[in-house]
């Protein structure tokens, strides 16, 4: 099947700083999305980008489906962004949208 | 509009016990997943139900099973608990193929 990575797998940031976090897949995709996930455990959509750009505030993504990697941006990073990220993905040829998830980053913003 | 909605919260259960953990997925939608979350890990799939049938299932036992009612909600159990049971239940929901949202979840604690 196909395989998620994401990088780093920890990333600790002072607050009003930028960051990338990176998505790497294997195969092909139908379906990319980028959740946060509170430390409640809710997941919670940021995008759903299969291809291309597209931006919401401070957040960022962009998906070069041939290269097979997305790519989040963060900017002026505040505290309430801490959490984990994860990427998932559906594969091309899959019947229904079974999303594969990454392994997530774990992002720390200090104040 | 309501999101997608789990019950319970949180449940503990012994060894050997059956559980029904339940979801109600999102206005307008009608495919409704299953994930599990072991604590550290990025969710995996347990299966997927579209038209009150199992679409599509993840590499999980034949202890886990699930049902989809005509009114679009599901009902995931486990039969013959295990410790690996343990773990955050999370309901996704969506329209036919299309971006996943999903519940709060249910804490399952096996003892």
């Known amino acids: 099947g196909i395989q998620v990575e994401q990088s780093p797998p920890d990333l600790i940031l002072q607050e009003g700083a930028n960051s990338t976090l990176r998505c790497n897949f294997s195969?092909?995709?139908?379906?990319l999305q980028w959740f946060h996930q509170n430390p409640w455990g809710q997941l919670i959509n940021l995008f759903y980008i299969p291809s291309g750009t597209k931006q919401n505030g401070r957040l960022s993504a962009t998906t070069v489906a041939t290269e097979r990697y997305s790519l989040l941006y963060i900017s002026s990073s505040q505290t309430t962004d801490s959490g984990v990220y994860f990427c998932a993905v559906v594969s091309i040829g899959n019947a229904g949208n079974m999303l594969t998830f990454g392994g997530g980053t774990r992002l720390m913003v200090k104040p | 509009d309501a999101g997608v909605t789990q019950s319970p919260t949180h449940l503990i259960k012994t060894r050997g016990q059956q559980v029904t953990l339940r979801c109600s997925p999102k206005s307008g939608h009608d495919t409704v997943s299953w994930y599990q979350q072991a604590l550290g890990q990025g969710p995996q799939f347990i299966f997927q139900y579209y038209e009150e049938e199992e679409r599509q299932r993840g590499n999980f036992p034949d202890r886990f099973s699930g049902h989809q009612f005509p009114n679009y909600s599901s009902e995931l159990n486990v039969n013959a608990l295990l410790l690996g049971d343990s773990a955050l239940y999370l309901c996704?929901?969506?329209?036919?193929?299309?971006?996943?949202?999903f519940g709060p979840g249910t804490r399952l604690t096996v003892t």
């Open positions: 996704a929901s969506s329209w036919l193929t299309y971006e996943q949202y």
């Open positions: 195969d092909s995709v139908n379906n």
